[in-house]
């Protein structure tokens, strides 16, 4: 059946251009030359290009993949002009009225220069400048896109990911403010950072936890899908980019993370759901085979912290859909992902029309607005209203029920690296002949 009326569409995975002056209006004078800022590149019979220069380096791509307005025909060239793209990509104004004609009531956008989660302030060289770079970014994010009207706009943020102290100073800051999501990598060993199964994400965890922030990781925001031959078509990479949800979302269920911490929200944007219910059966049967001897949990099943801690989304997945109940009905959201050629703009709410045609109004309106609101205490009202730790918290706000690492000292158990050294043991014996 139709979405109703009273059904107002929530996207939790959209994009926002970053216009000229966040950074130049925002940094102190003496970093303005070595900050982020627009340089135009001159380009022989036409105007010139548009390209961030950050430290002397300059990125490609202002607009990567800022399609919306264009036919798939016309896909292929990204925008390198500000007046190469509409201006509901870098104006929340006009966004406001692209969500207005896409019937699309409320978004969270992720940011473009900086990357999903902010990696590119990782690779910068003075980390002074860097951390008042992500700071810029996060005013620029509250105090200006999503205060354009604190009602439709989810404000989210990215971090300091070289420095875990740093990372819970901003979140503090950014929840003060109302806050409700920090962009994180969905794998960080890919950018030269420990593990989720170490002890070095705890005080990003607990921080998470203190405030209600939802730790978003889009995909590819640790590094691209499993490499494929070179000679392949682009299409390929495409195609395999939600891989990364997959296997970020296996490790951490796999990992102490949310034993240790059972009211952490983590939601998986652009990465599907149809994969979700193979991947939890999986995870569960090899579970049943080898907790015995492995160093994972022996009681609680992977499934049960995926239900517990993780949401998925999608903009259109009939497979996902159809196996709603085996995901779970609460862990799925929405999203329109503008102005990114995946999006259905302007005709976003007649898709998900036709994506929960046969869905009952009770799941259709969990799936594009409820549990947006529940995952990221997003009320009506707005963000301004309430701070992030008014909202749901996966475990009631409850402590853990069990201690992990006593748990654990006692089960043993082998880990992969203990595995990969005996293998490697092994290789390294040698035949002794007898001559």
């Known amino acids: 059946m139709p979405l109703q009326p009273s059904m107002k569409l929530l996207s939790v995975d959209d994009h926002l251009i970053e216009p000229p ?30 390209q961030w220069v950050y430290e002397g380096r300059s990125y490609p791509n202002i607009g990567l993949n800022a399609v919306a307005g264009k036919s798939p025909e016309e896909f292929g060239v990204d925008p390198v002009r500000y007046d190469d793209m509409i201006p509901g990509c870098y104006d929340p104004k006009a966004r406001l009225a692209d969500m207005d004609i896409d019937g699309v009531h409320a978004m969270l956008c992720f940011p473009s220069f900086p990357r999903f989660c902010g990696t590119v302030f990782l690779e910068g060289q003075d980390k002074d400048l860097a951390l008042l770079s992500v700071q810029a970014w996060n005013d620029f994010s509250l105090d200006e896109w999503c205060a354009s009207d604190p009602a439709r706009f989810i404000p989210m943020m990215i971090s300091p990911l070289w420095d875990t102290g740093l990372m819970v100073a901003e979140i503090e800051r950014n929840a003060a403010k109302g806050c409700r999501a920090v962009g994180l990598p969905d794998n960080p060993m890919n950018l030269g950072l420990p593990s989720f199964h170490t002890d070095h994400w705890e005080p990003v965890w607990s921080a998470l936890e203190e405030t209600n922030m939802t730790a978003v990781m889009h995909f590819g925001s640790g590094g691209m899908p499993p490499s494929t031959a070179p000679e392949a078509p682009f299409a390929v990479m495409v195609t395999l980019m939600g891989t990364t949800s997959m296997a970020a979302a296996i490790e951490l269920v796999f990992s102490p993370v949310f034993h240790k911490h059972p009211n952490l929200k983590v939601a998986f944007s652009e990465g599907g759901i149809g994969w979700m219910p193979y991947l939890i059966e999986r995870a569960d049967y090899v579970w049943r085979k080898h907790k015995y001897y492995q160093n994972i949990h022996p009681t609680i099943a992977p499934s049960e912290l995926f239900r517990r801690n993780i949401a998925g989304c999608f903009i259109e997945d009939e497979v996902g859909v159809a196996m709603r109940h085996q995901i779970g009905i609460d862990n799925i959201t929405w999203e329109c992902d503008y102005p990114h050629s995946d999006s259905f703009w302007p005709k976003s709410r007649a898709r998900a029309e036709e994506m929960l045609a046969s869905v009952p109004d009770e799941d259709a309106a969990k799936i594009v607005e409820l549990n947006a609101r529940r995952w990221y205490a997003f009320p009506e009202e707005g963000f301004k209203s309430s701070t992030a730790d008014s909202g749901w918290r996966p475990n009631n706000g409850e402590p853990p029920e069990y201690d992990y690492d006593a748990v654990m000292s006692d089960h043993g158990g082998v880990g992969y690296g203990a595995f990969i050294e005996n293998l490697a043991n092994q290789m390294a014996n040698k035949e002794v002949k007898n001559n």
Not at 29 to 34: G, P
């Open 21 to 50: 002056h966040v950074w130049t209006d925002r940094l102190p004078k003496k970093y303005v030359e070595d900050g982020p800022r627009i340089v135009e590149f001159p380009r022989e019979g036409k105007p010139p290009m548009h």
